[in-house]
């Protein structure tokens, strides 16, 4: 098993809501709030969970693009948590991130020489044949003409712009990619050119990623480990064909529900969880386990005790006091006591 390149332990992020004259704290929005995990040199992990679940805040705390609350965050052995906006950056050239919109993360007034070739001058740093040279190269590895340098971004499609996007990323050949949602804002017919797209490039830099997505088939495709996000927390983190077989907490179950099927046959005898209610306010979580409130199988313990993040089965951990699919008692890992 490779090491961890990035580690996270009890990650949180909270903004103040502020009221009156005066900007009193009057609460604060807990959009992460303590959340552990690592992602492994070589692998992707992606993030899922519904729409302000804390999953865009989680990439840019690991980028550093935000200042963390609380917890710790650890690349290649280096505490990054608080650094510096000047000790991070000669990190910027290890981290960086994709952008979810193609159409607003391109600044319209540059060329794609421009954009693509910024990292090497704000870095400083010197190429082999000079940064035009660079930039064409890389331009041709994410598919596009190496002629088109001197182009604007407004004469691209949507599909083009991301790769752009994902050209500019690579310009400095970084060891991690957050890529953020890299492609909802895409046509459907132009999303799988993208996914395939970021494999490739993983196999020929070994890249690592963090691919944050809504869309589970997409992270089915692309990711080794997934964790599940819900206000804020991980409430399940497995390998790939592990979550997919056999989900153990409720929320998993009823997200993987709504994943359409196109087999007539493989829709038969599946059962849509439909949740009761809506997302709670992470300005107000509710206590203990925060999916209690929608959960078909909440007790009073799931309104009084937090649920730990635990290992039920290799490499599977859960945060669920009443876990769908799980091992029996004699089959649970020795470590499945201890809180992950």
Known sequence: MSEALLSVDGLQKHFPVTKGLLKRQVGAVKAVDGISFEVRKGETLGVVGES???KTTTGRLITRLIEPTGGKIVFEGRDISH???GKLRPLRRDVQMI???PYSSLNPRHTVGAIVGAPFRIQGVQTEHGVKRAVQDILALVGLNPEHYNR???EFSGGQRQRIGIARTLALKPKLIVADEPVSALDVSIQAQVVNLLEDLQNELDLTYV????DL???RHISDR?????LGKIVELADQKDLYKSPMHPYTNALLSAVPIPDVKGRQGRERIRLQGDVPSPLNPPPACRFHTRCWKAQEICKQVEPPLVELATGHEVACHFPENAPAKGD???EAGATA
């Open 52 to 54: 302000g679940c804390g």
């Open 83 to 85: 650094m510096s906006q």
């Open 99 to 101: 952008f979810q919109d």
């Open 152 to 154: 604007y971004p407004h």
């Open 211 to 214: 691919v944050i997505a809504h």
């Open 217 to 219: 088939s997409v992270v």
């Open 226 to 230: 997934v964790a599940v996000m819900y």
């Open 332 to 334: 649970a890992p020795a």
